[in-house]
Structure formats: C-alpha cells, structure tokens
C-alpha cells in the first residue's frame, strides 16, 4: 500500500510541471536554485512557490504521522523495551530531533499533532477515526500547516474539560477552514478569541499568574547606559504601549510627506528616512497615487478615528501639523529610539514638568467588549479585546481598565448618529469612523492600525459613491494605494458585513476572493 507515496509523487509532479512551465521556453542557463529561479516569470515563479508549499506541508503530514508512530511504539510503561529507548533516545521527540536536525520544540509539536490526526486501532481491532477526524482530512490533503494544526489540537484540549462534544466538533471544523485561509498569525488571533469564548473562565486565573510575573528590572553597565527588561501583564502594559505607539505614530505624522530631497518643506540635504520608504506619501504626486483618497479624515486610532490631535506632530484631517510654521524637521529615528525617548518625556513630565509631554496627543485606548460580559451577566462569554492586542483579555480586566477611563459606547442595532450620509458629503464623520473601526479593526486587508484611513468602495468621483458605511472601508496607505494601483475590488456582505478582496487576473488568474482582516475579529463558536 503507497497511498501517502503516491500522493507525494502527485505533488512533486505537478511542482515539477510548474517549474519547468515558469522558464523561458529556449535560452535557459543551467546552474543552482537561484539562478533557475531568476529566469522565472513573476506568474510562472507564484505558481511554483504554490505548488513547493503544497509540497512541503505533505511532506510535513507524512513525517508527522512517522512520529506519531514512533510515539505509539515508545509508551512511557515499555521503558527501556519501547522504540526510542532501543534505539538510544530518551523519548520519541528525542529520536526524531536527532534525525532530522531540526529544533526539539517542534518536532514535539509533530509528535503532539500526530496523536490526534492518526487513525486509531480499536482492542478489538478494529480502525477506528483520529481524534479529530475533520482536522485529520485536512491536514493529510496538505490543506494545513503543522504548526496551524498543533494550534488547534492544543486549544480543542484545553477547553475540552468544559465543552460540549457537539461545540467542540463545530469548533474544530470552523478552525479548520479559517487554517485553509488565514496566516498562522491571523490564526492565532481566531483561536485565541475562540477559546475565550468557550471557556471564559479560564482568562481570570491565566491574568491573576500573568500580574504575579510582571517586573521591570534596572542597571547600569560599565559605560554608563541603562538597561530596562520589563514583562507585564495585560492591564499594566496596555495603556503603557498605547501611550508609547501613540507618541510614535505622532512623530511619523509630522515628518511623513516632508522628508524626500527636493521638497520645498525640508531642509537642506534632507533625505527619505525609514517611515517614507514604507509606502508613497500623500503629499507627493505619483501616478500610482489613488484618485479617490478620502484624506479628509484619518482612522488612526491615536487620533480617536479622525479630528484634529491635541499637540505637536499630531494631525488635522490626515495633514500633518507641527508647533511653529517654516520647515519639517528630518526624523532620522527608528522606531525603537523614539520609544525611549517617549519613556525618558514620561518620566520628565511625572517628575513635574509643567506642560504635556511633547508630541503626544489625546489618545484613546479602545476595549471592546459586550454589555453583558461588562457588567457579568450570566451566560455572558466574559472576554473583551484590546485595539492593539492580538489576544483577548477576561471581563474584569476590561472592568479593571474601564474604571478609570473615559469610554465611548458603541451602540450596535440601537438608534444613534446618523452613518449613512448619501452623497451630501464626501467626507466621512467621526461617527463614521468609529462605526468602521468597531467593524473592520484596522486595516480591512492588512490588518494593520497605522495610516488607516476611509475608503469609498465605490469610487465618490468615478463611480458616484455615497458617503454610507456600506460603502465604506478603512485602508491603510499602502493598501490604499495598491488596491487603486492594480485594480482590486472590494465586496462588503450585506448581511453580516464582511469584507471581501477580489484580486486582478494580473495578481491572481482565477480571481479567488480573499476574506479581509474583519473575519478574524468575530467572535467564533
């Protein structure tokens, strides 16, 4: 029986036909992978990186259910009769790390994910399906990844304790298709939420260990410079990165348009610097730039979804704006540096510095979450999400954050300002804004929450658009650009909202829709 074979040699096939498709048909110079692959077309070398991942990954599901074996043969009772131990290795993971070279952790991993994707054999002997049938599918048709998988099996286990078997199979058949779509980041973000959900009680003890662990350490090296190593919890660290990206992203404004040579607002000699070569700046013509920008208010969430910023390097209807007229000075920080300098302003103004620490503005730090899981109704999921954050924190941290703060309510289904404007205006509203960031997170295709701005779908110039949250969507710049620049179109679900990309054929042939980063906001199970 060669079944598992037989679909490798499928698959080496089909990557052979792509790679032999992708070079010119005469005048192909022999040599190793890098110079075959500089002779591909852009298309030719998409498809073979398609084709080399599906590879890679049924490769990864054979060698996962060798492991799986290797474990059934060493139980911890046969001692040193079991497999491993025969052969001179302490455990299964032990074994299979010496063989391939690879690292401990995620051979164990493998190992992990091929108990629960192997097919089993009954005392009786009779087969019997893997634990988790649907996941097992997927992954032997080389659908997900390892590490995806092992995601999952070890969410499904930590909340099987307290789950229905009906919700845990329908939890795992939703995971699994999100794996079929979504980064493992994106991924983590799913089952992160998803286990929130499903075992809400699990938050409060995982925070009340995480507050035990916070510190921050201090010292001195022999030439002077201060070192700080800090690991805090949810509760502590989050206003402390909000207060820090905010000063950042107040900085990037200010020099964001100004620092390319030959522009009349920078200085002499002055060069790109770090935050330009990102993505285009709007202030500089280029025919690639959108023809529909909707500039008159930025989504950037230290701004609280557009308006004005209250200080220096914040900004007006997405301009930047400085203290003084004349010209932008050149930013030639990192990132990294100005958040030490944002720690060293703090630390000023704490210590009793009349005025506001420079360059910050009037930030606000966005929880999310449900009225019920607020106030601890019963039933409630009892988790809310941090703008931010990728990982969900328990109902009574949000209390704990919502207790001395400010909050603005986000009524949904309930009579509040008017979102839909039709075409009395081309810019969108602050309430607007707000409706489209509780939507959308960020970035509808990226995910990211810097430079985001509003976007009508259909275009207000071109297409008539009006200015109604149906035909909105929140972009980042370089998204922004992109999908203006290639053709990309957009599809808002009427009934739930999601947001879809259609890729060109010159990006994709056969113009699959891709979901867009609102999927993996929605709460799961």
């Given at each position: 029986m060669r079944p598992p074979l037989d679909a490798l040699q499928t698959q080496l096939t089909a990557l052979v036909g792509e790679w032999e498709g992708a070079l010119p048909p005469f005048g192909v110079v022999d040599g190793g992978p890098a110079t075959v692959l500089g002779q591909m077309s852009d298309r030719g070398l998409y498809a073979v990186v398609t084709a080399a991942a599906s590879l890679a990954r049924k490769v990864d599901a054979l060698t996962t259910a060798v492991y799986a074996e290797v474990a059934r043969r060493s139980p911890r009772e046969a001692g040193v009769e079991g497999f491993a131990r025969r052969f001179g290795f302490a455990s299964p993971a032990r074994l299979a790390a010496a063989a391939t070279g690879g690292h401990f952790g995620r051979v164990m991993a493998q190992v992990a994910v091929g108990e629960e994707v192997a097919e089993r054999i009954a005392l009786t002997g009779e087969p019997l399906p893997p634990l988790r049938a649907y996941l097992a599918a997927a992954f032997h048709a080389g659908q997900v990844s390892v590490d995806a998988a092992h995601l999952i099996v070890g969410m499904l286990n930590r909340v099987a304790h307290c789950t229905d078997i009906a919700v845990l199979e329908r939890a795992e058949r939703d995971l699994t298709d999100y794996a079929r779509t979504f980064t493992l980041d994106e991924l983590k973000i799913i089952v992160g939420r998803m286990a929130a959900t499903l075992d809400p009680d699990g938050l409060e003890p995982r925070e009340s260990e995480q507050f035990a662990r916070r510190s921050l350490t201090l010292r001195e090296d022999a030439k002077g410079m201060i070192h700080i190593r800090g690991v805090l919890d949810p509760v502590t660290g989050a206003p402390i990165k909000a207060a820090l990206e905010a000063y950042v992203t107040a900085h990037e404004r200010t020099a964001r348009g100004h620092n390319h040579p030959g522009n009349p607002a920078s200085p002499a000699g002055a060069t790109t610097s770090l935050a330009d070569t990102a993505e285009p700046a709007s202030t500089v013509p280029d025919e690639s730039a959108p023809t529909d920008r909707d500039e008159s208010a930025s989504a950037d969430p230290a701004t609280t979804a557009g308006g004005a910023v209250d200080g220096a390097g914040g900004a007006v209807d997405g301009a930047a704006v400085?203290?003084?007229?004349?010209?932008?000075?050149?930013?030639?920080?990192?990132?990294?540096?100005?958040?030490?300098?944002?720690?060293?302003?703090?630390?000023?103004?704490?210590l009793g510095c009349e005025s506001r620490v420079p360059g910050l503005p009037i930030i606000t730090m966005v929880v999310r979450v449900d009225l019920e899981d607020l106030l601890g109704a019963l039933g409630a999921a009892g988790f809310a999400t941090v703008d931010g954050k990728s990982q969900p924190i328990s109902a009574a941290a949000a209390r704990q954050l919502a207790a001395g703060a400010t909050l603005i309510p986000a009524v949904m289904g309930g009579p509040s300002l008017p979102l839909d404007l039709g075409r009395a205006t081309r810019h969108?509203?602050?309430?607007?804004?707000?409706?489209?960031?509780?939507?959308?997170?960020?970035?509808?295709?990226c995910g990211q929450t810097r430079w985001v701005e509003a976007h009508h779908v259909a275009w207000w110039v071109r297409d008539h658009g009006p200015t109604d949250i149906r035909n909105a969507v929140l972009l980042c710049c370089h998204c922004h650009h992109r999908v203006h620049r290639e053709g990309w179109r957009i599809h808002i679900t009427p009934d739930d909202a999601r947001v879809w990309f259609i890729p060109p054929p010159t990006v994709d042939p056969a113009q699959q829709p891709r979901p867009g980063h609102t999927f993996h906001r929605r709460r799961a199970a």
């Open positions: 400085t203290d003084s007229p004349g010209p932008v000075p050149v930013e030639i920080r990192s990132e990294a540096q100005m958040r030490a300098d944002a720690l060293s302003a703090f630390a000023r103004h704490a969108f509203t602050k309430a607007q804004l707000l409706a489209l960031w509780e939507r959308d997170g960020g970035c509808a295709l």
